[in-house]
């Protein structure tokens, strides 16, 4: 029986397979979403649908703008179109001043639509104080976002609105709040929790995303079960009315591409009716990626992964012949302002850099004195992305001032790093390994360990220098490559490779709790004053 379903599904198609000729079949495998659907670090997503385009936020923390809004018409290519804030001034911490916020910041931020406005609602993690919720509203994805309101924590939040208009927050471990219909507050006394967590439930339940479905509501969470071989799984909570019964089923538990079992995003429909399921799996030091699947309806439940519940190597496309676009970029900063696809580590000093002082090239200026890179402000990243990838800079450091240091970095809370250093009138190359301890509390930087690998005099006068890195992270044994080179040239012809063979890049959820970017640095230890000039940043991703 199921022989003939098969076949008679296969001569529905159009063109039916059985016509297809080489070529289409060529395109077809071509065009197909390869998993992961974006190999970069875009952890705790939501992802929404507004007529033919899907809109995705995701976490990031401790760079600015956060909150990145992302866009595509097919699932496959997602460019970056806004932030939801350039920075957060809450407190002097997110201006690297007494203390950071390495993976604090904005997490797991959750996209609405209703009645013609984008909402978001965010909850900044600020460990010891907790920074308060915030609600944003936009005419469009691409901002500008206003605040609507601030009220108390809520962590890893999901902001609801129900098809009465009245609205709710669902939080923690399956809690509830109703907000007021202006989303000034919430009101009191509606706080309840709405299931009681199971035996099987062993660990941390979090990762909050509500939907409805045909009158029924489904809170999807992230399981971590801590059971021997299955770290973690995503389950489903449903009910008929939101204040519950609620019931739970286990919609995917499923390892893939030989990395652990992955967890933690949500689901989201096409114009076609067709559902799809968005989730997050960690994978060492390019971050936490994101994987697409299928999203089966079976007896009410919202079932992910392949027919046998699994996350698959491939899906077919939802739309032919879309537009490439990326979240990560190459740029001759020839605009008069900063790409989307760029972020800054902490909140920027804005009068210390420019697009338009040299036209053409990005410059970076030292401002106040500080003693290392995990201090230094308007350290400009962007992600590192798989199977493999290289980034490179052409800069000029002719404005150094003694004492400066300035270059290229794989950046995280363990970096290697291309820096040059301006010694009296010698400048010097390294290649450096840097790791930094952080205080629980406030991430303040207690230290930082610095490793010479290999140095080079440079010659003086020297005008331009060019730097690269190349990352790998293919799989290999059950974890990823994880592993940086670095290069440097004078004339972006002959490359010389520098220090360590093989850098371990890594992932520490207790530090920076983030995938490792490319970081474009430039700070001063003895005076400010100097600066740098980038004239472009080339960016190659390798294929799957």
Same mark, same amino acid.
């Given at each position: ?47 929404? &649908? ?156 979090? /990762? ?68 799809? /399921?968005?989730?997050?799996? !960690? ?84 401002? &106040? ?16 992305? /798989? ?103 004078? !004339? ?53």
């Amino acid at each position: 029986m199921k022989k003939i379903l098969l076949l008679a599904t296969l001569l529905t198609l159009t063109p039916t397979l059985l016509e297809m000729k080489a070529d289409d079949y060529a395109t077809l495998h071509e065009e197909k979403i390869q998993n992961p659907m974006l190999w970069a670090d875009v952890p705790d997503p939501d992802v929404i &649908r507004v007529d033919d385009t899907f809109y995705m936020v995701s976490t990031t923390m401790h760079l600015m703008p956060g909150a990145p809004i992302m866009a595509s018409k097919d699932l496959k290519n997602w460019e970056t179109i806004g932030y939801i804030f350039d920075k957060l001034t809450d407190s002097p911490k997110y201006d690297l001043q007494q203390g950071t916020v390495y993976g604090r910041g904005q997490w797991a931020t959750s996209l609405k639509y209703h009645h013609g406005k984008f909402y978001a609602l965010l909850a900044p993690n600020e460990r010891g104080t907790m920074g308060d919720t915030y609600i944003f509203s936009a005419e469009k994805a691409e901002g500008p976002w206003t605040i609507v309101s601030r009220m108390r924590h809520f962590h890893d939040c999901s902001l609801f609105f129900d098809d009465d208009n009245r609205v709710y927050v669902i939080y923690g471990t399956g809690e509830l709040m109703e907000l007021k219909p202006d989303l000034s507050d919430v009101i009191e006394g509606t706080h309840q929790q709405i299931f009681q967590r199971e035996e099987d439930e062993k660990g941390l339940l979090e /990762g909050s995303r509500m939907i409805k479905h045909n009158g029924k509501y489904y809170l999807l969470m992230i399981s971590h079960t801590y059971a021997p071989g299955r770290h973690r799984r995503e389950v489903c909570y449903r009910a008929d009315d939101i204040h519950g019964p609620y019931e739970k089923q286990v919609i995917l538990e499923s390892e893939f591409g030989g990395f652990s079992y992955e967890a933690q995003g949500t689901i989201v429909d096409t114009q076609d009716g067709d559902w799809y /399921g968005i989730i997050f799996q !960690d994978r060492g030091g390019v971050g936490r990626v994101l994987t697409l699947m299928p999203c089966r309806w079976i007896d009410g439940w919202p079932m992910l992964g392949d027919e046998n519940g699994k996350v698959p190597d491939a899906i077919r496309p939802l739309r032919s012949s879309q537009p490439t676009t990326a979240i990560v970029k190459s740029d001759g900063f020839t605009a008069d302002r900063l790409g989307l696809h760029w972020q800054w580590n902490h909140n920027p000093i804005d009068a210390a850099w420019s697009l338009t002082e040299r036209p053409g090239f990005l410059r970076l200026k030292t401002n &106040r004195i500080v003693k290392n890179l995990y201090l230094a402000p308007n350290t400009l990243t962007q992600r590192m992305e /798989g199977p493999t990838c290289s980034g490179s800079i052409a800069i000029d450091i002719s404005k150094m001032k003694d004492g400066d240091c300035a270059g290229l970095a794989a950046f995280n809370s363990d970096t290697g790093a291309l820096m040059v250093k301006k010694k009296g009138k010698k400048l010097i190359l390294e290649m450096q390994e840097l790791s930094v301890a952080l205080t629980e509390r406030d991430k303040e930087v207690t230290s930082v360990t610095e490793k010479i690998i290999e140095s080079v005099s440079l010659s003086s006068p020297l005008s331009t220098l060019y730097l690269r890195i190349d990352a790998d992270f293919r799989p290999v044994n059950g974890h990823g490559k994880d592993i940086a080179n670095f290069y440097y040239s004078l !004339d972006r012809e002959q490359w010389t490779k520098i220090g360590t063979t093989d850098y371990q890049l890594r992932f520490d959820w207790q530090r920076f709790f983030m995938g490792t970017k490319f970081g474009i640095f430039c700070y001063a230890t003895k005076k400010p004053g100097g600066y740098i000039d980038i004239d472009k940043f080339c960016y190659e991703k390798g294929k799957p």
